[in-house]
């Protein structure tokens, strides 16, 4: 985060919003959150029909879920020098109609590779947007009620991502896929519109602050080779490639020449000096890896039950839409007692809950019903209420009040960042799975066996030519492959889950630093 200075002392902060004006700009920040949000998941039961119709494979697809996610990252730390530089409100409204033109481009898009340089735009421009529609809720309420507040801010959060695969779903069944991103541009230009028209006399002080360009450019060039080793390494055969190996060496001297100068720097777009508080650090940590978990299988689910279990994209969303209604219900219950209860316990509850919800979903097999797969994503939303607020409350806990901004925003680079590099591992571990299982398979399915014998005269007797039943067998044998590949991450994802609760407890959250509402800011 960038050092900045406190704002002079003859600034008064404007007095709460009141009547029409309060509704309206609650809704507006809440609408450009939704959309912000619902951008990071629906694309993700769209991923088969846009690699079919860009012509790519749907593990290139992917990139269009990281790509986001990794330009997010990194422009997340630099929201609190453009704040002191051009203000909040200026920001936030250019931020948003940045991100409805990018939306718009996302939907032209001819080719893969552009879509995925829009997307890099689109998350760009969209780092700013989530962090200052906090700032700009909690100065529109009265102190007393900034924790009401930010639990409404938090439900956006929470009904966006159970909306993003069921509306991404439906309109990739009944219109097309370019329309996933257009549905922005109403909401956006109407999010900004009111946004303007309430909060532009409410804005903050602006400064001129020097910035860390060199830090800027070490995030972009480090993030950017290990986000590229991670998604093309599948596709070239890891470190036998000499570009992947490129990829890591540039990654690797990057991160350790940024590290030194961040350390160093007069005034750093990152404050690395926060690791060195045992909360920040381990919550962090666990955090980031629990989110790269979580969102990994988030992504894999989908393209599972599309590829190889017959779903249309439609009911892939129905399959994950579940996934917010306890979440809803209960997000607001741990928000009115996290500062009551020790946070570890309440994220104790939340790794128990994505451990057994991935337990149980490691026993899937090719029959598996709708039911089946429908109980543990209603489970899942349980774990989720007990999962951010916890955790953000343990990173933020015994912090001045001013270091609170450059910990959530760095907290969230770490976790943004977690989240991508998750979808990389998760998809090209499946494939590698996958592969080795359809090997087991073959092996354990000799020509000579009987069954596959009398498997191939039925289905010869059905019309198929010898090499057409050889491909139908090898399907079913893919559909067998990949769904135990499934299985395995979903196994291993439980028990790394387990696993983190023993470090979640090595942290000592204590009272009197970030409240709840606080954390509450850092989903």
Known sequence: MSATPQAPAAYLPPPPLQGGSLVLGTLALSLATFMNVLDSSIANVSLPAIAGDLGVSPSQGTWVITSFGVANAISVPLTGWLTQRFGAVRLFTASVLLFVLASWLCGFAPSLELLIAFRVLQGLVAGPMIPLSQTLLLSSYPKSKAGSALGMWAMTTLVAPVMGPLLGGWITDNVSWPWIFYINVPVGLLAAAITWRIYARRETPTRKLPVDGVGIALVVLWVGALQMMLDKGKELDWFHSEEIIAYAVVAAIGFVVFLAWELTEEHPIVDLRLFGRRNFALGSLTLAVAYGLFFGNVV????????????????????????????????????????????????????????????????????????????????????????????????????????????????????????????????????????????????????????????????????????????????????????????????????????????????????????????????
């Open 300 to 523: 894999l689910l989908p393209l599972w039950l599309q590829q190889y279990m017959g779903y249309t994209a439609t009911a892939a969303g129905m399959a994950l839409a579940p996934v917010g209604l306890l979440a809803i219900l209960l997000t607001p219950l741990v928000g009115r007692n996290v500062s009551k209860v020790d946070p570890r316990w309440l994220a104790t509850v939340a790794f128990l809950g994505f451990g057994l919800v991935l337990w149980m979903r490691s026993h899937f097999t090719s029959q598996a019903d709708m039911g089946t797969i429908l109980v543990p994503t209603l489970m899942q939303g349980a774990a989720m209420a007990f999962f951010f607020i916890p955790l953000n409350t343990i990173v933020l806990s015994g912090l001045a009040p001013e270091r609170i901004p450059a910990a959530s925003g760095l907290s969230n680079f770490v976790r943004i960042t977690a989240g991508a590099m998750g979808t990389s591992l998760s998809t090209t571990v499946w494939e590698s799975r996958a592969t080795l299982h359809h090997a087991h398979l073959a092996e354990r399915l000799p020509a000579t066996d009987p069954v596959l014998q009398e498997t191939m005269a039925r289905l010869a007797a059905a019309g198929l030519s010898p090499e057409q039943a050889a491909a139908q067998i090898n399907r079913l044998m893919d559909q067998q492959a990949f769904t135990r590949a499934a299985d395995d991450i979903f196994l291993a994802s439980a028990f790394l889950f387990i696993t983190l609760i023993a470090m979640l407890w090595l942290t000592r959250p204590r009272k009197g630093g970030a409240t709840a509402a606080d954390a509450g800011g850092a989903h």
